[in-house]
């Protein structure tokens, strides 16, 4: 079981990017797959989520309407389309499978982690 995190950069304010997170090794529609981030000096925190099967979508208030998790299941990859980039939005993100199809908030309820990509949006 693999989750590969890609598509960070720096980017300025205002700006878009879209991560990637591509599994190997099991099915990703099968579990939920969630989104965290941390940043300079903060604890790591959740940013969104998509359930298995269904893919119902959730996100933090601090991310909703500007974020966008999507899931191409042929490609076995979800992605995380972020636009009107902020500075606080500069952070380590990663990609993590839960231990069922149901999203969660707490990276408890999540088995399997990618490496994380890193996002920098300047001011």
């Known amino acids: 079981v693999q989750l590969q995190a890609s598509g960070g950069g720096l980017v300025q304010s205002g700006g878009s990017l879209r991560l990637s997170c591509a599994a190997s090794?099991?099915?990703?529609?099968?579990?939920?797959i969630g989104w965290f981030r941390q940043g300079p000096g903060k604890e790591r925190e959740w940013v969104s989520c998509?359930?298995?099967?269904?893919?119902?979508?959730y996100y933090a208030d601090s991310v909703k309407g500007r974020f966008t998790m999507s899931r191409d299941n042929a490609k076995n990859t979800v992605y995380l389309q972020m636009n009107s980039l902020k500075p606080e939005d500069t952070a380590v993100y990663y990609c993590a499978a839960g231990t069922s199809e149901a999203c969660s908030i707490w990276e408890a309820d999540f088995a399997s982690w990618g490496q994380g990509t890193l996002v920098t949006v300047s001011s």
């Open positions: 998509i359930n298995g099967r269904e893919g119902s979508t």
């Open positions: 090794g099991f099915t990703l529609d099968n579990y939920a």
